[in-house]
């Protein structure tokens, strides 16, 4: 199966600053990577997600970056703000499969 | 629209109990899952349905069970519970397996001593 690994395990910045979360897979079937955000005590949201056929997208302060020859991609989160102090998680899935691979989860935190 | 609601939220259960966690949608996704997550080890697939009927097992299904007998509904059974149970469980439904975005429950937090 599928096996994806998440790196930082925790993460500090100060406000204002750029924050950079990276993940690998094993699987080069995988062709589908979401991001998801887990703010204390909640459940997880999805922030933003890319497709293999893609290689950036960016959603206002929020981007991602796929590497399909590398089999890694990366958030990106620029301007960071105290709001963005949060667990996030990185997943892989191929377009097919039933399942979802999730890494071991980011802990970000952002310093006022 | 309440999306996915997971029933109970907090539970202390005694080693060797059975306890059953209900989770409910109501957007109509065929596609519901059990996930477990536990600290520094992200969250692990427990089971789950692609349809009303359907099971099948995930990553980590031992000492677990679950049916769906109606599609709105996904039951997580633990029949003899243990220490290693000690959790929080995460419910989550998917509308179709190409648009991919899980929509989880709040989870719930089971304590087995």
């Known amino acids: 199966g599928e096996n994806v690994e998440q790196h930082p395990s925790t993460l500090s910045v100060q406000e204002g600053d750029s924050a950079v979360i990276k993940c690998t897979y094993s699987?080069?079937?995988?062709?589908?990577f979401p991001w998801y955000k887990q703010e204390l005590g909640k459940r997880p949201q999805l922030i933003i997600d890319?497709?293999?056929?893609?290689g950036e997208k960016k959603d206002q302060r929020i981007a991602v970056t796929l590497n399909k020859t590398a089999k890694h991609f990366s958030l990106h989160i620029t301007e960071t703000q105290p709001e963005d102090s949060a667990v996030y998680f990185c997943a892989a899935k191929q377009n097919t499969g039933n399942q979802f691979y999730f890494g071991t989860g980011t802990s970000l935190t952002v310093i006022p | 629209n309440a999306g996915v609601t997971q029933t109970p939220k907090f539970r202390v259960l005694k080693t060797g109990q059975s306890m059953t966690l209900l989770c409910a949608q109501d957007?109509?996704?065929?596609?519901m899952y059990w996930y477990r997550q536990d600290p520094g080890m992200g969250l692990r697939l427990i089971h789950y349905?692609?349809?009303?009927?359907?099971?099948a097992k995930g990553e980590v299904p031992d000492g677990y069970n679950v049916s769906r007998l109606k599609k709105q509904n996904f039951l997580l059974g633990l029949e003899s519970a243990a220490p290693s149970q000690t959790s929080v469980y995460f419910c989550?439904?998917?509308?179709?397996?190409?648009?991919?975005?899980?929509?989880f429950g709040e989870g719930s937090r089971l304590t087995v001593l």
């Open positions: 349905s692609v349809g009303e009927g359907t099971t």
């Open positions: 890319i497709r293999s056929n893609v």
């Open positions: 989550a439904s998917s509308y179709n397996l190409a648009l991919g975005e899980l929509f």
């Open positions: 957007m109509n996704h065929e596609y």
């Open positions: 699987d080069s079937a995988s062709n589908y």
